[in-house]
């Protein structure tokens, strides 16, 4: 075997594609110790979610997990019609059968966003929308790796 053969095969990445990789590597990190460590910057948010965080509180359900990661998705692609029409017709009452997992369900609507667009401002936004959406199809992968995200 020659020096240079692991080279073989080798196709450069892109610094947006390495970020992508390192993120969705973070979020998925962080929701498999269920629940994701947060610093609420309001009180009414600390309280609504505090369930979550309970001592004894079950983790989230897959279901309500991938739920989480549909909706943040949606809002990440601007998909305001599918998220009403989701949200009208009780497609999250379905996949998160439990107020627990429905807040859950919340909490990571809200989360995955914000983690994405903070990311994006940090990396002065060189990461398009279709990064974002990539960073979330790839930590939700990470989590559930037989399983395709939801759209």
């Known amino acids: 075997m020659?020096?240079?053969?692991?080279?073989?095969?080798v196709t450069p990445v892109t610094a947006a594609d390495a970020i992508v990789t390192g993120m969705a590597r973070v979020i998925a990190d962080e929701l498999?110790?269920?629940?994701?460590?947060?610093?609420?910057?309001?009180?009414?948010?600390?309280?609504?979610?505090?369930?979550?965080?309970?001592?004894?509180?079950?983790?989230?359900?897959?279901?309500a997990v991938r739920e989480g990661?549909?909706?943040?998705?949606?809002?990440?692609?601007h998909e305001l019609a599918a998220i009403d029409d989701h949200l009208r017709n009780d497609g999250v009452a379905r996949a998160a059968r439990t107020p627990h997992e429905r807040l859950a369900?919340?909490?990571?609507?809200?989360l995955l966003p914000e983690l994405l667009y903070e990311l994006a401002e940090?990396?002065?936004?060189?990461l398009t929308r279709r990064h974002l959406i990539a960073t979330l199809d790839l930590a939700e992968k990470r989590l559930y790796p037989s399983q395709l995200p939801l759209h």
């Open 32 to 63: 498999s110790r269920w629940p994701p460590r947060l610093d609420f910057t309001d009180e009414a948010s600390s309280r609504k979610f505090a369930p979550l965080y309970a001592p004894g509180a079950p983790p989230a359900s897959e279901p």
């Open 105 to 110: 369900v919340e909490l990571l609507w809200k």
């Open 122 to 126: 940090r990396t002065e936004n060189r």
């Open 2 to 9: 020659g020096r240079w053969d692991f080279l073989e095969g």
């Open 69 to 77: 990661f549909r909706l943040a998705r949606w809002e990440l692609a």
